[in-house]
């Protein structure tokens, strides 16, 4: 996803690690994007009691998290598929809304509308509930890059102890198999899988990459929340850790740079910073991404450095 102000340079990336990249001015695609990310927020939340879309989560929703996440790893469109007639909470910059076609039928509807929204646009599109708040870009990044193999159409993790449809990656061209399949009222995503290519990825395979292994060793980008105990649980969870610099006139009487947080929105680690996040300062986020968003998600691994917006160069 690309906000206004949101701009990506090239870094390192190691041996066994995989990070999406924008397409290049020769791609044969035309500029046609790699990939999208489709977020599946109108399910009925009946063991949580409320929407799990609006939840608080550090100062943001879930919602907003997890569209933030998903849109800091695919080059292409964040879509957010609602219920009709959903409200929804703040999303981040830049993320297209959809309706479900009926409420109600399962995944498979909204996956659907998602791949409709993005067909023309991408053509992978990494697939994700809206109630796994410790999603990490690692894992999504991850999950997309087994996906681009000729032989698969989808990359299905296969971990503790179940499939996840629902954090996968999937190639936009099965929109019709999807769209055939919802109206013979053929619901569950394992109808899916009969039908195409499907790439299992197991533990060992997800943390073969070496950037999600240390980001997120024990997978909890996996972990999703059901009902209030779960949410409470997870909620309680520590921050993501990150590190902080701050430069110029930011760091005056500052002697120890990097600082080590732990935030999970740009609002909050510029907050622990004693950094004002105003119209005269700008974030950059891993040295790529430029954004003044105060509810931008950050991960565990993050490094994060505050500039005067006017500092002059």
Same mark, same amino acid.
């Given at each position: ?143 997309? #890059?087994?996906? %681009? +193999?000729?032989? *698969?159409?989808? /990359?299905?993790? &296969? ?6 449809? @629902? !954090? ?60 209030? #105990?779960?949410? %409470? +649980?997870?909620? *309680?969870?520590? /921050?993501?850790? &990150? ?6 006139? @930011? !760091? ?62």
């Amino acid at each position: 996803m690309r906000p206004q102000e949101d701009i990506r340079a090239p870094g390192p990336v190691g041996e066994g690690e995989s990070r999406g990249e924008p397409a290049r001015p020769d791609d044969p695609r035309g500029g046609r994007a790699r990939t999208a990310g489709i977020v599946l927020a109108g399910g009925r939340s009946t063991r949580m009691g409320r929407p799990k879309a609006g939840l608080e989560w550090h100062g943001s929703t879930l919602l907003h998290r997890v569209a933030g996440i998903v849109g800091r790893t695919v080059d292409g469109p964040v879509v957010v598929v609602r219920a009709p007639g959903q409200a929804l909470p703040v999303l981040p910059p830049g993320a297209r809304v959809v309706e479900d076609a009926r409420e109600g039928r399962g995944p498979l509807q909204g996956l659907a509308a998602g791949l409709a929204a993005v067909a023309a646009d991408a053509d992978l599109a990494y697939v994700s509930s809206t109630d796994v708040p410790l999603l990490h870009p690692a894992f999504v990044a991850r999950v997309l #890059a087994a996906a %681009e +193999r000729d032989d *698969a159409d989808v /990359a299905l993790p &296969v971990a503790h102890g179940f499939r996840h449809p @629902l !954090a996968a990656a999937y190639r936009t061209s099965l929109l019709r198999e999807v769209e055939e399949l919802v109206a013979s009222d053929r619901m569950r995503p394992a109808f899916l899988f009969e039908r195409c290519r499907v790439r299992e990825l197991d533990e060992e395979a997800l943390l073969r990459d070496g950037s999600l292994r240390r980001a997120d060793p024990d997978l909890l980008s996996l972990l999703n929340v059901n009902d209030p #105990a779960e949410y %409470e +649980r997870a909620r *309680a969870r520590a /921050a993501p850790s &990150v590190s902080v610099r701050r430069f110029g006139t @930011l !760091a005056l009487g500052s002697d120890r740079e990097p600082l080590a947080l732990r935030a999970a929105t740009l609002a909050a680690a510029a907050a622990a910073a004693g950094v004002p996040l105003d119209g005269h300062v700008v974030a950059a986020l891993n040295g790529e991404q430029i954004t003044r968003d105060p509810e931008l998600p950050l991960a565990a691994g993050d490094a994060v450095a505050f500039l005067a917006a006017d500092a002059g160069g």
